[in-house]
C-alpha cells in the first residue's frame, strides 16, 4: 500500500548538504503494525514527515495506495491527508479554543461534510473511545491521556488508510501510556495501518514489524516476534 | 470546508483571544465613527449655509448700483463720473419683465430714532410692501407696509423686535408716534424676532415707506433692488430681464450688477462640498491606519498560531482553505468594527446636533458607504500578507514547536 523507492531527503544547513534520508526503499502493506525505531537524528521523524505528505522527498518516488503522490501539489496533497492519513503527534496538537468534541469534529469541517453526519460520527465516537463525559470540555480541562484519546479519536475519524504516530506516549506517564497503546493496537487489530516512530525500545517491540535506523538508513527490518 | 462552516471557525478564533479582537474593532470603529462623524459636521456645515441662503427669500434676484469691472478702464471714470444711481423707477420697471413676481427697492440709511426721553442710532431701510414676502419674514404685531406707490412718502413704520424692546419698553408700540431724525412716523406694525440671517439683523431695523427714506436722507439712490423670480427656472431669464430693462433706461450702459441667489449658493455649496470631502479624507486616513493595525495584529495571530496553523494543513486544509479562514477573520472583525463605528458615529452626530441645534448634523449616505466599505477594505486587503504566510507555513516546523 505504501511504496517508497530510493527516497531521499537532504537539509540545506549553512552551506552545507545535510542528508536527513539516503535512497530508502520501504514497502508497508495495508494492516500492519510497524514501529520505526532510532536514536535522535537518525531520520525517523523525517521518514514519517513524509508517509505523511508534510514534508517532499528530495528525490525519490512515493506511492500510496498505488498513487504516485509525491507529484501532486499543495492542495492535492492536502486532500490525500485529510482523506487517507491520520495523524497523532507526541504533543496532542488540540485547538485549545475548541471543546473535545470540535477538536474530533475538525477534519470532517475541513473536508465539508454536512452537520449532521458530523454531529452522529463524533457521538458514536466519543461513545466508543469511553469520552461521553468530556466531550464538551476544553483540552487544559483533560488529562494527558484524555487529550490523546481525543487526539487519536480526531486521526481516526475521516476513516484513513494510515494512521502515523510520532512518540504517542512520548508526553503521558506509564499508566496512561499503556491505555492509550491499547487503544492504539485495538484499531490495529480492527485493520488499521499503524506506523509509530519511538525510541523506546520497550514499545518498539510491541509491534509485528521493526524498522531501526541510524544516520538516515534503515539497518534492520524485522517481523512478528510478538 | 463550506462558508458558513469558514465563518464559524473564523468567529471562534477571534472569541478566542477576546482582549485582541475587541482591540482591533475599537481601533476600526474609531476609524469609521470619525469618518462618519466629520463628514456628519461637514454636511452640516452645508445645509446649515444653504439654509441661511434661502432665509433670505427664495428665487431671490439683486441689483446692486456700480459694474465691477475687471479689466479695462471705463470710461466715465476718466471724465470722473459715477455709476448712475438705482432709482425707484428703475425697481417700477423691472415689473415689465415677464418672469419676475415681486420687486422691491431698498434704500438704507442710518438715522436718530427717539421715542419719548429714549433715542437710538439705527438702520432705516426703505422699501416696500413685498419686501415682507420676498424676505420671508413674519410680522410680530400690527401691519407691514401698505401697498402704494413707490414714490409716495407716508409717515409709517414697521419696527425690528429689538428696537421695539428697546425704545418702548413694556408699552405697546403699534399706534405710536417714533421721531426719526426730523420726521415723524407712525409706528404700525413690528417684526416678528427672527435673529440674524446672512450678517443682517432685522431684529435691529426700522422700515420705512421708500420714498420716506429718500426724503429722511436726501437722496433718491437706491441700496439695492430685490427680485423675486416666479419659479427656480425663471431665475435666469429674470436676470437677463433686469439687465436688459436697466440697461435701456441708463442709455446703454450697463451700469449695475446683478446677481443671483442661486449663483452665490452654487458656490458656497462646492466649497462646503469640497470641504466635506477633505475633512472625510482625513478621517479615512484614520481609518486606513486600523487597517495597518489590523494587519500588524494578524501577523501575531499567525505567529502565536503556527502551531494551530500546522495542525490544520496536517489535517487536511489546503493553503487556499488557510487563507481564506484568515480572511474571514479579518473580514469579520472589520465588519464588526465598521458596524460599532456607525452606531458610534450615529450617536455622535446625534450628540453634536444636540449641542447645537441650528446645524443640521447628518452624515450624508455615501460618506456611511463609503466609510463601511473601506473598512472592510482595507481589513481584507491587509489581511492579504498575514494570510499568505499562514498559508505558506511549513507543517512540519510549525508542528515541531512545542
Not at chain 1, 454536512?114 to 457521538?123: F, G, N, Q
Not at chain 1, 481516526?156 to 512518540?167: F, G, K
Not at chain 2, 449695475?256 to 472625510?280: K, S
Amino acid at each position: 500500500m505504501i511504496e517508497f523507492s530510493q527516497v531521499s531527503r537532504s537539509f540545506t544547513v549553512g552551506d552545507q548538504q545535510v542528508a536527513a534520508l539516503r535512497n530508502i526503499d520501504l514497502n508497508f502493506t495495508a494492516g500492519e503494525y510497524v514501529s520505526i525505531m532510532g536514536p535522535s537524528g537518525s531520520g525517523k521523524s523525517t521518514l514519517l514527515n513524509l508517509l505523511g505528505l508534510l514534508d517532499r522527498p528530495s528525490s525519490g518516488v512515493y506511492k500510496l495506495d498505488g498513487m504516485d503522490v509525491t507529484t501532486l501539489d499543495d492542495a492535492q496533497q492536502a486532500q490525500v491527508r485529510r482523506e487517507k492519513i491520520g495523524f497523532v503527534f507526541q504533543f496532542f496538537h488540540l485547538v485549545p479554543r475548541l471543546s473535545a468534541a470540535m477538536n474530533i469534529e475538525l477534519p470532517m469541517i475541513l473536508a465539508g461534510i454536512a452537520a449532521e453526519e458530523r454531529k452522529e460520527r463524533v457521538s458514536t465516537l466519543i461513545k466508543s473511545y469511553g469520552l461521553s463525559d468530556r466531550a464538551d470540555h476544553r483540552p487544559d480541562q483533560l488529562s494527558g491521556g484524555q487529550r490523546q484519546r481525543v487526539a487519536i479519536a480526531r486521526a481516526t475519524i475521516m476513516r484513513p488508510v494510515v494512521l502515523l504516530a510520532d512518540e504517542p506516549t512520548g508526553n503521558l506517564d506509564q499508566t496512561t501510556g499503556k491505555e492509550v497503546m491499547a487503544l492504539l493496537e485495538q484499531l490495529v487489530e480492527q485493520g488499521v495501518t499503524l506506523i509509530m516512530v519511538t525510541h523506546d525500545p520497550m514499545l518498539g517491540k510491541r509491534a509485528s514489524r521493526q524498522v531501526g535506523m541510524v544516520d538516515g538508513e534503515i539497518v534492520a527490518d524485522t517481523r512478528g516476534t510478538k | 470546508m463550506n462558508f458558513s462552516d469558514t465563518l464559524l471557525f473564523a468567529s471562534g478564533s477571534l472569541r478566542g483571544s477576546r482582549s485582541r479582537t475587541l482591540l482591533m474593532m475599537l481601533a476600526m470603529s474609531i476609524g469609521v465613527a470619525s469618518v462618519v462623524i466629520l463628514t456628519a459636521l461637514g454636511e452640516g456645515a452645508r445645509r446649515y449655509v444653504t439654509g441661511q441662503f434661502s432665509s433670505l427669500g427664495t428665487n431671490l434676484v439683486i441689483v446692486l448700483p456700480g459694474r465691477s469691472e475687471t479689466a479695462g478702464i471705463n470710461p466715465g471714470m476718466l471724465l470722473g463720473q459715477v455709476a448712475r444711481d438705482l432709482v425707484v423707477d428703475d425697481a417700477q420697471a423691472l415689473l415689465r419683465s415677464s418672469a419676475v413676481r415681486r420687486v422691491t427697492p431698498l434704500a438704507v440709511g442710518t438715522a436718530q430714532a427717539a421715542h419719548g426721553a429714549l433715542n437710538r442710532e439705527v438702520v432705516v431701510a426703505g422699501t416696500g410692501a413685498d419686501f415682507l414676502a420676498i424676505r420671508h419674514m413674519d410680522m410680530g404685531q400690527g401691519q407691514f407696509l401698505p401697498q402704494m406707490d413707490f414714490n409716495s412718502a407716508m409717515p409709517v413704520c414697521v419696527l425690528g423686535d429689538k428696537i421695539r424692546r428697546e425704545l418702548f419698553g413694556t408699552q405697546p408700540a403699534v399706534g405710536e408716534w417714533l421721531h426719526l431724525g426730523d420726521r415723524r412716523f407712525r409706528v404700525i406694525g413690528v417684526l416678528a424676532a427672527q435673529g440674524e440671517s446672512m450678517g443682517m439683523n432685522t431684529d435691529d431695523l426700522v422700515i420705512v415707506p421708500v420714498a420716506s427714506a429718500h426724503m429722511l436722507f436726501n437722496t433718491q439712490a437706491l441700496f439695492r433692488v430685490l427680485i423675486e423670480a416666479k419659479s427656480r427656472d425663471m431665475i435666469e431669464p429674470a436676470k437677463r430681464d433686469t439687465e436688459n430693462i436697466l440697461m435701456q433706461r441708463h442709455g446703454g450702459e450697463k451700469d449695475v450688477t446683478v446677481i443671483t441667489q442661486d449663483a452665490v449658493l452654487a458656490t458656497f455649496d462646492r466649497i462646503l462640498g469640497a470641504l466635506t470631502l477633505a475633512v472625510g479624507g482625513i478621517a479615512a486616513i484614520s481609518l486606513s491606519v486600523a487597517g495597518v493595525l489590523i494587519m500588524n495584529v494578524m501577523l501575531i495571530a499567525v505567529a502565536q498560531r503556527t502551531q494551530e496553523i500546522g495542525l490544520l494543513k496536517a489535517l487536511g486544509a489546503p493553503p487556499a482553505e488557510i487563507r481564506r479562514l484568515f480572511f474571514a477573520e479579518a473580514a469579520l472583525l472589520s465588519m464588526a468594527g465598521s458596524v460599532v463605528g456607525l452606531v458610534l458615529g450615529e450617536i455622535g452626530s446625534l450628540a453634536i446636533g444636540q449641542m447645537y441645534p441650528s446645524l443640521p448634523v447628518a452624515a450624508p449616505w455615501w460618506a456611511v458607504l463609503a466609510a463601511f466599505s473601506t473598512a472592510l477594505g482595507t481589513g481584507i486587503l491587509f489581511s492579504v500578507m498575514p494570510a499568505r504566510r499562514a498559508a505558506l507555513l511549513d507543517p512540519v516546523m510549525a508542528l515541531a514547536r512545542r
